[in-house]
């Protein structure tokens, strides 16, 4: 899922990939988003200039997520080319525009009545600004027979809205996997994580259990060693010299993600869309991972722990001292400090056996407003198909086209030879959570801040009452909400 305008931004995340890191003033960086980028230097978007004789004009407006960069423009450019080559009705032409000041650019557009008809890449959380202003995709999808059968019908349905309208099509995607380091489990005399989604874990007396939130919390513990090599679990175990954790959620602790991964996809608003709500499944994930940073036998490295120059200064997986992290697939940017003994695994199941999983995404969008409907999504379909790869080249994503995994596979397979499992992300798209966590509320980016004051408290307070900080958050959501009405 950078993503994240909305989300503080974790530099060296944004600096190499498509997604935007959080990274609060607390010390564990906030969940990426996809979809943004950092600040740039201030520059008026360039006039649209005039169509060629007989062709419709289609404006692309790049800058609310990704795109914008300088390096990132010669290959869009590239692609406006072909397509503009490739037929004689249709004119493309991009507008970009600096990402710090692409959403107030793009609200003066829109409330003038002269917007753009294409806005993108940009992913859940920049797309909420102008929540409401996308055009259903529904009619044109039907009059064209456009085939959507080429994605995951599971990435289709992210984009279909509690009204039932078809807001977008899959593009760059960024599923969650287990990250691993095999030589830790190799030490531990562990069995690796599963490598397919059903598979059983393999405890070390050969018995086979779920592979659940529970089993890995007990390798965790495990693979969590003090400097005299003790671990978690051993009564000598000295909680104030860890040197190798067991687990982070990695550049993931927002509470959103945190309540999604472990008690499923939800919201923090009620179905009357006006009421504030903690689920309970949030809550009780808030919970497991404060504990699992404060608890008896911590297994999770505290905020203070994970910026620490030892622990990668923010980048904690990468550092080589921790044995999982969950993270989207975006984190591939970002991981060349870990060593090559790393792997992937599948998500762990809750208690009832279900994936609670992630899914980052970046598209484009149609404006509702657009005068060309028509022509707009035979762009659309050349930006998510024809030119998909040349343009997920640039942004770092994932290709949503099931047929173009491959291609993908080759270049990461080639980045990291020693990975044996690259399917877990694949199969990964099957459990995108609905509504995403970073799915809109009234008032989002308040709510979003507030919710972020939250992670900040929890990695770095021992002595925290979740259930009492719950309610002071709902209270403030609610009033959040309110003002919105």
């Known amino acids: 899922m950078r993503k994240f305008l909305f989300l503080s931004l974790s530099l060296l995340l944004i600096a190499t990939m498509a997604v935007a890191c959080g990274a609060p003033p607390a010390p564990a960086p906030s969940a990426p988003a996809a979809g943004e980028q950092p600040a740039q230097a ?11 004789a007989g062709r419709v004009q289609i404006r692309w407006f790049v800058g609310l997520g990704t795109g914008s960069s300088e390096d990132q423009i010669p290959a869009q450019e590239a692609v406006i080319k072909r397509f503009n080559e490739s037929q004689d009705r249709i004119e493309l032409v991009a507008e970009f525009v600096p990402n710090a000041s692409a959403r107030d650019v793009l609200a003066t557009q829109i409330a003038s009545g002269s917007g753009p008809d294409i806005v993108g890449p940009v992913g859940w959380g920049g797309s909420n600004a102008f929540y409401g202003q996308y055009l259903d995709l529904t009619p044109l999808i039907e009059a064209d027979g456009y085939d959507l059968t080429q994605f995951n019908p599971a990435l289709v349905n992210m984009y279909q809205t509690e009204e039932g309208a078809q807001a977008g099509l899959p ?9 691993y380091q095999t030589e830790m489990f190799d030490e531990a005399g562990l069995n690796y994580p599963p490598q ?16 659940n939130w529970d089993t890995l919390t007990e390798l965790a513990k495990i693979l969590t060693v003090d400097a005299n090599g003790a671990d978690a679990t051993m009564p000598e175990f000295d909680a104030t010299k860890i040197v190798q954790y067991g687990f982070i959620f990695q550049w993931q602790t927002h509470p959103n993600y945190i309540g999604t991964y472990l008690g499923g996809a939800n919201s923090l608003l009620a179905p009357d869309g006006r009421t504030a709500q903690i689920p309970e499944g949030w809550l009780n994930g808030w919970k497991w991972w404060h504990s699992g940073m404060w608890g008896d036998q911590p297994f999770i490295p505290t905020g203070p722990v994970t910026q620490s120059p030892e622990f990668g200064s923010g980048n904690a997986f990468s550092s080589g001292k921790i044995a999982m992290a969950v993270v989207p697939s975006w984190y591939t940017c970002c991981i060349a400090d870990a060593g090559q003994s790393w792997d992937l695994a599948v998500m762990p199941t809750d208690a009832s056996g279900k994936v609670n999983s992630r899914i980052d995404a970046d598209t484009f969008r149609i404006l509702k407003d657009t005068k060309h409907p028509e022509e707009a999504f035979e762009v659309l379909k050349f930006l998510i198909g024809e030119g998909s790869l040349d343009l997920l080249a640039v942004y770092g994503g994932m290709p949503a086209r099931t047929d173009d995994f491959d291609e993908w596979l080759a270049t990461k397979q080639q980045q990291f030879p ?41 990695v770095n307070e021992k002595n925290l009452d979740l259930d009492a900080e719950a309610a002071k958050l709902q209270a403030d959501l609610q009033a959040i909400f309110d003002a919105a009405q």
């Open 42 to 52: 201030e520059q008026p978007a360039a006039a649209a200039p005039a169509a060629s």
């Open 171 to 179: 593009f760059a995607v960024f599923p969650a996997a287990v990250f």
């Open 196 to 211: 397919k989604y059903g598979d059983k874990y393999i405890m070390p007396d050969g018995s086979e259990v779920d592979w």
């Open 418 to 458: 020693w990975v044996t499992n690259w399917d877990a992300f694949s199969a990964g798209l099957s459990y995108p959570d609905v509504p995403s966590a970073e799915a809109y509320v009234p008032n989002w980016s308040q709510v979003w801040d507030r919710v972020s004051a939250l992670d900040s408290l929890m």
